[in-house]
């Protein structure tokens, strides 16, 4: 028996984004391997946002589509209600295969895959009637991507479920890749309340919903519709009404309107899963390349395409209108390739170009800017350069990111340096730890550099005497062919405390946390549960601190605090936001107190938005915060 669905508190900082989590106790049977018929569910009554609905509710049941718009029908019937273990969201069939989309808060960073099962024919079985028809229900094998930003998952179903046949009848969705302009008409299919399907098609004037904004926070492109949502619907597919083919993924309610993730931004991250071919029934536009530069380079070629939605046509342009650029920070525009017929223009201060059409004509594939590149460029994507087609009255008909890769080193150098082996160990007094400290270096492509040289450096503020074996106290190191540094021998005192040790190469550290220990042993290995107790949530606006430093609790097998405990905290995830903890120590290690709680370093939010997630590890145990940069 299913028990009430019961609201959930969603934090202030997710308000935007989680609006489809919807808490059960209830389990649900699932069989692996197969798909089976389960009874009807009756929808939970109460939403865990209002808001969504855009005037009057226009939501309508999917076989009352049926009849008067059979395509919008029938492509609905590739979307299915998620159930996660422990909430409800949307999916949707995207090609042929086994692939599901869905949003990345519906089912978390780590899902609960055993319990996870996508239902699909969730519906009435006529307009007129109210009685729900068994789903077919398929069980969820593996997440395969993922972005905080744009905010997907990708999911795989049962591929012996899928092999047998049981999705056939229901189909699969297509994608369009363009980014869409307002006024397009589209429709949302989707599970509102996590009941029956619904399909949003009207706006309250009876006209079909449209876009009603198109926007970019630097590295992800939104649209906003008028289309009518509810909690649930998050993970559902927004349809352009003409090509019947996915233009975004619904994540939520934003300033009056609904909001979603456009596949121009998702499709990059998600190609490789699809042998980098859109599925059948997609819309094709061509996706520049992301060209790489050096801090100080001059003339980086950035290429723009123009393409028409059929990925074929041409775009037809009119007198006055222009392809106008704005460069991306830590660069200047030093030219501009624009096509025949045009006026080119460059700013004189190097941050805004444009090619303007002087007569009628069609927009050509062949336009590109050139930049240069600050001497003080940090490494990592930089994303916040923006291409606007605008007419001459102003409206922007499309636009796209104008992406640089900063690397100011090249293969070979040392980018990367982090503790390998040898972390967190104990020491008894007068004796030697049982492992050197190994680090490695990486370049720029993540290969070995072999032949760094890498220096190692004990830092003892706990007075424990510590030592390296010999006479060198800041041995250096050359790494080997998988890119390791190995350390002499460290030899406990007589005093029991924490230390550090310091692996330095080119500019970049890696720290070790070393503890020397009396009879009673480490602390740490006592921890057996950990949990997250503040800090999960919050949001900053890009370059502030965050409110609260992330506080974890450690518990022993019998549920007591444990004291003295290491737990430490790193960035897992960045989404390249660019946050960081205040301080050098980028995987700071906290102590818990007499109430097994440890307190991270503040972090900084870094200047792109998107999700930031953060583990906190104890004795192998690990517990995740998730928080969020910017709004949306």
Known sequence: MLTRLKKTPVPLALRSAAHGLIQSCAGLVMVAGAAVAAAAQPAPPIPITPGQIIGESQLEKARCVQESEPAKYQRSRAVGRLYTGSSYGTAWRVGPGNLVLTNLHVVGENPDLARMVVEFDYEESSCDSDAVQPAVRVPVERLLASDGSADFALLALDQEAVDSGVLDAFGYLGLDTRISEVGDPVYVAGHPLAGPKRISRLHDDGHPCWVTEVRNNGRTDFAKY?????????????????????????????SGYNAGAQMSSIWPAIAGYFDEKLPEGSVPVEQPGVPMAKPGAVGVQVPVRVTQVDGQSPVAGAPGEQLYYHAPTHTTITDVSCQSGTTQWIAENGKAASCTLSGAANWTTAQSVALRVDDTAPDGLVSDGRVRLLSYTGQIRGANNLALNVMSRG???????????????????HSRFPEPLTARAKDPMD????????????????????????????PTVQTNTVGDATSPTLVADSRAGTLQVTAMSSGRTATFHLRVVS??????????????????????????????????????????????????????????????????????????????????????????????????????????????????
Do not use: M
Not at 457 to 469: I, K, L, M, P, S
Not at 615 to 622: G, L, V
């Open 519 to 632: 009879q009673d042993g480490d602390p740490t290995d006592a921890v057996e549960h950990l949990s997250v107790i503040t800090g999960q949530g919050q949001i900053a606006p890009e370059g502030t601190e965050f409110p609260l430093p992330l506080t974890a609790r450690t518990l022993d097998e019998g549920r007591d605090p444990v004291e003295d405990a290491w737990v430490t905290y790193t960035i897992t995830d960045d989404r390249e936001t660019g946050t960081r903890f205040v301080g050098a120590d980028q995987t700071p290690t906290a102590t818990t107190n007499s109430h097994g709680e440890a307190v991270s370093p503040k972090l900084i939010a870094g200047n792109k938005s998107g999700f930031v997630t953060i583990t906190a590890t104890s004795n192998d145990k690990a517990a995740t915060f998730i928080i969020i940069v910017g709004t949306i």
């Open 447 to 474: 290969a070995a550099v072999v032949g760094a040289d890498v220096t190692f450096a004990v830092t003892d503020d706990g007075g424990t005497g510590t030592r390296f074996e010999g006479d060198n106290q800041t």
């Open 226 to 254: 008028n289309c009518d949502t509810d909690s649930g619907s998050s993970g559902s597919p927004v349809i352009d009404a003409r090509t019947n083919a996915v233009i975004a993924l619904n994540f939520g309610f934003s």
């Open 411 to 429: 293969p070979g150098e040392v980018q990367s340096l982090r503790a390998q082996a040898g972390n967190f160990q104990a020491a008894p007094l």
